[in-house]
């Protein structure tokens, strides 16, 4: 029982009692007797076994005076059932628990009330009254219904009802019905063929009451027994139904897994009504790219859901979960900046020409700078007028390469002259199950070693510097050019000197 409601009782205890002429004594304001709550044990009594009622009292601490409890009974219409007598004084903040036992001669629901007779030490006296309800089976039947609600009772929620066979044989041709006088019940009657001894069996019903508030529930099952004989059982409970709270949360993320990329979302219901006719869509530059339907996700529980990279451009990406809940129809969204995964690329760096004799040998790595895998990564010499692939390494398998990673490669070829200044590289692997051919250019220009043509810039060191800024791969070009020079001066000087002599 809420405080509110103890408050209200509390003040209707004042009320009712500071009607009663001063000659007979006026109750006391300052005390504040409440019935706080009331547990009923066994929960469904059986005809002629007994139950007790336990009822503990309270005297507010607020309260400025104490309250003598006189007499405590528990009645059925005007008859009494159950009566415990001078059970001493409550002091602010004091309680006390009374247990009142009785039994039932028929079944069904019974309407009790519980009297709290007492008075103040003050003078004033006092009559609280609280409402107690027992649902009553009968006495030979074994067969026991219970009911429950998984969560905290709302407006909207689930209500099981668990069937227990307790008798020695099986029961048959059982029908169980669920009803309320506020509350609508979906598919409220189910029936089943038989349940064993010794078994039971639960049963789930969507439940919609009026509104929050004490709200009864009442199980009925008829079954056949072992006999054939009709019988029929009967539970009842109150549940203290909590107001609508619509509550929802929608998180997603990109992740990237298996050289793929993908939008994950979550669905989460904080509230304590359930989300129905749930939708996601995902939205980006005014149109809808995606959309998705999504079972019902009830009461402090999660859907999950992913988008594929197909259906999503790069950058934001707003996601919008729709669904209805408590009779309205309600959005939630968020928003990811979404880049698609790149294919894998095999890029040329780092590459060194180095002389080989009367040839070159170029070593350098093959990188993969995409975000999947490439297979089958071949590098290999064009052959052209100026460069002619020799061995050992016309070719070169570079083989697996992972995202981000790189692997060593060498190949060898023949300038033709000193004028050689690009050597042709082809390329040729695999991503994503499709074939990439393209050949790049590998530039050498006094000593350094660059890719063009179809290929990113090398980003590693550049080749030797060679003699005199040469560069290290023609010595005997160089010898020829230096022989040359010393022909022409030493000719000159003849020249010169025969000049010299005829004058």
Known sequence: MSDRALVVLAVAVVLATSAVPLGAGVASAESQVVVQSVAVDPSTPRVGEDVTVTATIRNFESSSDAARINQVSLRAGSRTLATARDLGTLGSGGTVELPLTTDFETPGRKDLTLHVYGQGIGGGIFNVQYPVSVSVN???????????????????GQVNVTVANGAPSNVSNLRLTLSGPNATVDDASRVNASLGSGRERRVEFDVTFDGPGAQPLTASLSYRDADGDRRTVVESR????????VDAELDAEVVRENGTARIDAELTNFGNVPLEGVRLRADADGETLARKLVADVGTESTRELSIGESSLPA???????????????????????FAPTTDGNISLTGIEVIPAGG????????SNTGETAVTGA???VV?????????????????????????????????????TDTVPIRISYIADGEGY???V???????????SQGGPEPDGPPGGGGFLGLGRIDVVGLLLRLALVVAVGGGAFYWWQRRGTDE
């Open 238 to 245: 109150t549940f203290d139904v909590d107001p609508p709270d």
């Open 441 to 451: 250019d590998v530039t050498i220009t006094d000593g350094a070693v660059g890719a």
């Open 138 to 156: 009968e006495r030979d039947s074994d067969v026991q219904l219970s009911l429950e609600t998984p969560n905290d009772p709302s407006t909207e």
């Open 359 to 366: 040839a070159i040998r170029l070593a350098g790595s093959a």
């Open 378 to 380: 071949v590098v290999s």
């Open 437 to 439: 051919t393209r050949v």
């Open 383 to 419: 052959g052209t007028e100026r460069v002619t692939p020799v061995s050992p390494a016309k070719n070169y398998f570079v083989g697996n390469v992972p995202a981000g990673e790189f692997t060593s490669f060498e190949l060898t070829a023949r300038l033709a002259g000193n004028r």
């Open 315 to 337: 950058g934001d990406v707003t996601l919008i979960a729709s669904y209805e809940a408590a009779g309205e129809r309600y959005e939630t969204t968020t928003t990811v900046d």
